[in-house]
Structure formats: C-alpha cells, structure tokens
C-alpha cells in the first residue's frame, strides 16, 4: 500500500495551542467545560497532557489552552471526534469570538517564558541557536564524563542512554533557563506579556 512509507516516519509531538475569550460572568461554566473536554481528549491515544492559563489582566482577556499529542494522526482522531464536536458546541455559546488555534511542532513549547501567554514563539533561526548552545556543551560534557564508561556499550543502547539524559536535561533543566538568559534577544521587549 502507498501509506506504509508514511507510517514508518517518526513523529513529532504536536502542540495546539487555543486563545478563547469567554463572555464576562461565564468564567465558572466554561473552566468547568474544558474541563470535561480535557478529560475526554485524555482517554484518546497519543493524548499527552493540557495546560489552562487564564486571562490575569484586561490588556490580555482571553484563556490559553494548551494540549498535545504524540503525532499528527494522533491529534486528528481527536479533532474529528464526536466528544470533541460535542463539548465544542457547549463551549462556543460561552465565548465572544471565535477560538484561534495555532498548531506546533513540539519543541516550541521548551521557548515560553514563566507568566508569558505562550502564543507567539519565536523565529526558528533564534530557537535553534539558543538549542543549540544548551545542546552542544551538555553533550560533550557528557561524553567527557561518561565516555570511557558508555564506550563498551553497543551503539544504539548508548546512543539512547545519552539521548535520554539529553532531552530530560533540555526539557527540564536547560532550557527554561536558556529561554530566560537569552530571553532579551529570543522575545522583543515589546511583545512581552510579563505577568
């Protein structure tokens, strides 16, 4: 069949991320409904977790929703779903506008501020640099330190050790710190929404 190249690719999480504005004195119902909704999208494959920021200021009143999933075909089976259709049609009575939704790719999510609305990431060239120098020194570090011990190990069982370790350092360790050193030249002071 022509699909079977396709499903051998390897997939990348995707993030979606949703703005809604929510008709003043109908906060409660709608937290209350993307609540419910968030349960369901859990019980889907590939589901990988939600964030709810709320609105703290009349400059920025609208709610972020921020979900992934593990793969695009994964994050299609929910958006076609009837729970999903469901729940979106209790949710849209409450909002004075229509949601924007903004997919992607997973690794935007490691470039957010603390206390920033995650919307706007930004330019590619500045997130791989910044990437870049949290990436090339814990790995050489790692291999200065660990080498000799990791050298008997096959390739691939070493190449997932240190991977591993990688990206649980990047994800957790590096780069919220890298994202607020270089934070000056990643995010123009003008379009942050520091709270």
Known sequence: MNTAP???EIAEPITVVISRRVKSG?????EALSTKM???????PGYMGTNLFRPTSAADPEYRIIFKFRSQ????????SSEREAALQEIEVLLDAPSKVEVMPGLVTWFSLPGQNPVQ????YKMTIVS???????VTLIFWLFGPLLEPVPLVLRTLIVTAVVMLLMSYVLMPRFTRWFAFWLFPREKR???
């Open 121 to 124: 990431p930004p330019p590619k």
């Open 38 to 44: 968030t349960e369901a999208a859990a019980s889907f």
């Open 6 to 8: 396709e499903n051998r």
């Open 26 to 30: 109908h906060e409660d119902a709608f």
């Open 132 to 138: 870049w120098l949290a990436l090339f020194p814990t």
């Open 73 to 80: 075909e994964d994050l299609q089976r929910w958006q076609l």
């Open 193 to 195: 929404d520091i709270r």
